[in-house]
Protein backbone atom coordinates (compact mmCIF):
# COMPACT_ATOMS: atom_id res chain seq x y z
CA UNK A 1 0.00 0.00 0.00
CA UNK A 2 1.48 3.22 -1.24
CA UNK A 3 1.80 5.95 1.98
CA UNK A 4 0.34 9.58 2.15
CA UNK A 5 3.27 12.31 2.88
CA UNK A 6 0.54 14.56 4.43
CA UNK A 7 -2.85 16.19 3.78
CA UNK A 8 -3.83 19.66 3.64
CA UNK A 9 -7.32 21.20 3.89
CA UNK A 10 -8.88 23.32 1.03
CA UNK A 11 -10.23 26.61 2.42
CA UNK A 12 -12.31 28.97 0.29
CA UNK A 13 -12.00 32.53 1.53
CA UNK A 14 -13.93 35.88 0.90
CA UNK A 15 -10.20 37.59 0.98
CA UNK A 16 -7.44 35.80 -0.29
CA UNK A 17 -4.96 38.56 0.71
CA UNK A 18 -6.47 38.77 3.93
CA UNK A 19 -6.30 34.98 5.05
CA UNK A 20 -3.13 34.29 3.66
CA UNK A 21 -1.75 37.48 6.32
CA UNK A 22 -3.41 35.62 9.04
CA UNK A 23 -2.35 32.20 8.16
CA UNK A 24 1.40 34.03 8.35
CA UNK A 25 1.50 36.36 10.50
CA UNK A 26 -1.03 34.85 13.43
CA UNK A 27 -1.08 31.74 12.40
CA UNK A 28 2.89 31.43 11.66
CA UNK A 29 2.32 29.27 8.55
CA UNK A 30 4.74 29.30 5.89
CA UNK A 31 2.45 31.20 3.05
CA UNK A 32 2.69 31.02 -0.73
CA UNK A 33 0.66 31.81 -3.50
CA UNK A 34 -1.97 29.48 -2.32
CA UNK A 35 -0.56 27.71 0.67
CA UNK A 36 -0.33 27.80 4.31
CA UNK A 37 1.32 25.19 6.36
CA UNK A 38 3.05 25.31 9.55
CA UNK A 39 5.85 22.75 10.96
CA UNK A 40 6.51 20.62 7.99
CA UNK A 41 2.67 20.20 7.24
CA UNK A 42 1.85 19.05 10.10
CA UNK A 43 -1.14 21.64 9.98
CA UNK A 44 -2.15 22.70 5.95
CA UNK A 45 -4.24 24.34 4.19
CA UNK A 46 -4.94 25.65 0.55
CA UNK A 47 -6.17 28.77 0.28
CA UNK A 48 -8.58 29.44 -2.67
CA UNK A 49 -10.44 32.98 -3.16
CA UNK A 50 -14.64 32.02 -3.21
CA UNK A 51 -16.51 33.26 -6.19
CA UNK A 52 -18.50 34.94 -3.12
CA UNK A 53 -19.10 35.52 0.49
CA UNK A 54 -21.70 33.01 0.83
CA UNK A 55 -19.76 30.18 -0.92
CA UNK A 56 -17.21 30.71 2.42
CA UNK A 57 -19.41 28.40 4.94
CA UNK A 58 -17.46 27.04 8.07
CA UNK A 59 -18.75 23.87 9.85
CA UNK A 60 -21.18 24.12 12.44
CA UNK A 61 -20.96 22.45 15.77
CA UNK A 62 -21.97 19.07 16.08
CA UNK A 63 -24.04 17.87 18.00
CA UNK A 64 -23.38 17.73 21.79
CA UNK A 65 -20.41 20.38 21.61
CA UNK A 66 -20.50 23.91 22.22
CA UNK A 67 -17.37 24.75 19.79
CA UNK A 68 -17.92 24.25 16.22
CA UNK A 69 -14.41 22.87 14.81
CA UNK A 70 -13.12 22.97 11.05
CA UNK A 71 -9.77 21.73 11.40
CA UNK A 72 -8.32 19.63 14.48
CA UNK A 73 -4.76 19.67 15.41
CA UNK A 74 -2.71 17.57 17.78
CA UNK A 75 0.18 19.00 20.50
CA UNK A 76 2.65 16.95 22.20
CA UNK A 77 1.71 17.83 25.62
CA UNK A 78 0.03 20.09 27.70
CA UNK A 79 2.98 22.07 28.17
CA UNK A 80 3.45 22.73 24.27
CA UNK A 81 -0.47 23.19 24.05
CA UNK A 82 0.16 26.11 27.08
CA UNK A 83 2.85 27.62 24.99
CA UNK A 84 1.12 27.59 21.35
CA UNK A 85 -1.94 29.46 22.97
CA UNK A 86 0.15 31.87 24.23
CA UNK A 87 2.33 32.26 21.24
CA UNK A 88 -1.52 32.45 19.10
CA UNK A 89 -2.73 35.00 21.19
CA UNK A 90 0.28 37.31 21.18
CA UNK A 91 0.29 37.71 17.89
CA UNK A 92 -3.53 38.33 17.78
CA UNK A 93 -5.46 35.46 17.08
CA UNK A 94 -8.81 35.51 18.39
CA UNK A 95 -10.19 33.01 20.68
CA UNK A 96 -13.01 30.94 19.85
CA UNK A 97 -12.44 28.68 22.71
CA UNK A 98 -10.13 29.32 25.41
CA UNK A 99 -8.49 26.36 27.39
CA UNK A 100 -10.42 23.70 28.78
CA UNK A 101 -9.81 20.58 30.54
CA UNK A 102 -11.93 17.16 29.80
CA UNK A 103 -11.06 14.25 32.15
CA UNK A 104 -11.65 10.27 30.50
CA UNK A 105 -10.88 7.20 31.54
CA UNK A 106 -7.50 7.04 30.18
CA UNK A 107 -6.47 10.46 31.56
CA UNK A 108 -6.86 14.76 30.73
CA UNK A 109 -7.27 16.36 27.50
CA UNK A 110 -6.48 19.85 26.90
CA UNK A 111 -7.65 21.82 23.99
CA UNK A 112 -8.56 25.78 22.63
CA UNK A 113 -9.59 27.26 19.74
CA UNK A 114 -9.31 30.19 17.17
CA UNK A 115 -11.04 31.70 14.63
CA UNK A 116 -9.77 32.68 11.41
CA UNK A 117 -11.35 36.09 9.51
CA UNK A 118 -13.72 33.85 7.59
CA UNK A 119 -15.03 32.29 10.94
CA UNK A 120 -13.42 28.85 10.40
CA UNK A 121 -12.21 27.48 13.46
CA UNK A 122 -9.06 25.89 14.12
CA UNK A 123 -8.92 23.59 17.16
CA UNK A 124 -5.58 22.44 19.22
CA UNK A 125 -5.39 19.51 21.77
CA UNK A 126 -3.19 17.81 24.05
CA UNK A 127 -3.90 14.58 25.83
CA UNK A 128 -0.07 14.17 27.96
CA UNK A 129 0.41 16.30 30.72
CA UNK A 130 3.51 17.79 31.57
Request: proline share 3%; aromatic share 14%; charged share 25%.
Amino acid sequence: MSKIQFSVQVRLVSDLTRSKQFYEEVLGCEVNDVWAVRDEFALGFKLIQAESRADVTPNPAGKDHATRWDTYAYVGTHYDLDALYEELTSRGAEVAQEPVFMEADWGVWKDFAIQDPDGYVIGFGSGIKD
